[in-house]
């Protein structure tokens, strides 16, 4: 199992660009996440998804949207970037049930908006 | 907000000692997770607690869940310079679904 893929690994934008950032678990989680980490900050969920055609708001989602279409695949689409954009996001998964909580983490985008 | 206060924010020590870091909040929590970050990764989970006053250990790391459910602690001894890295605390509480709040981490510096 590859785990959770993130790409790209690195990423600069101009104000107003839009990305799309992938990720994709090939270990047929139910949930999915999107975390923002902010230098020297934890990490803020952005928006998460607890199976196919299910997603919703996490604490800090303006500025962002995200599909699942799949089990597999959470992308996360930053439509109008700006600058305090500018972050390093982390995709994660995990299977779900009780007493099952580990959090496997993708190695992260890092994202310049400038 | 932040609901998680995570402390010390950094801690510089030498090879061989003890490390303590703990998390508290005003809420009550279902769960508590450990995780380290190395650089340039994602966090990966050292220890999962599930209960109140649970106390689980993984190798030299031993964490405990708070028996007020509003804290948890993380021990680590005889530490060692691959100890360094970033370690946060998580939790879930009974409102918050299948969301987790995550602390602010501590930065923790071995010193040969």
């Not at chain 2, 020590?13 to 703990?22: L, T």
């Not at chain 2, 948890?72 to 310079?81: D, G, V």
Request: aromatic content about 10%; charged content about 15%; overall charge neutral.
């Amino acid at each position: 199992n590859a785990g959770v893929t993130q790409t790209p690994k690195f990423r600069i934008l101009k104000i107003g660009q839009s990305m799309t950032l992938q990720c994709t678990q090939d270990m047929n989680h139910n949930y999915m996440y999107w975390y923002r980490q902010d230098p020297g900050m934890g990490l803020k969920l952005i928006y998460y998804s607890v199976g196919a055609g299910i997603t919703d708001k996490g604490e800090v989602p303006n500025g962002y949207n995200v599909s699942r279409s799949t089990t597999e695949d959470f992308p996360l689409r930053l439509e109008l970037a700006a600058p305090s954009q500018t972050s390093v996001y982390f995709c994660a998964s995990r299977l779900g049930g009780a007493a099952n909580e580990k959090l496997f983490f993708g190695s992260g985008t890092q994202l310049s908006v400038l | 907000g932040q609901q998680l206060n995570q402390s010390p924010q950094s801690m510089f020590i030498q090879e061989g000692e003890d490390v303590s870091m703990n998390c508290t909040s005003s809420s009550i929590f279902n769960t508590w997770l450990w995780y380290k970050q190395d650089p340039g990764e994602g966090p990966v989970l050292l220890i999962a607690l599930y209960k109140a006053g649970e106390l689980t250990s993984n190798g030299r790391l031993t964490a405990q869940f708070g028996i007020t459910r509003k804290d948890s602690f993380l021990n680590i001894s005889a530490s060692i310079p691959s100890d360094v890295g970033i370690y946060f605390c998580a939790g879930r509480r009974e409102t918050s679904g299948s969301r987790l709040t995550f602390g602010e981490g501590t930065q923790l510096t071995v010193n040969p």
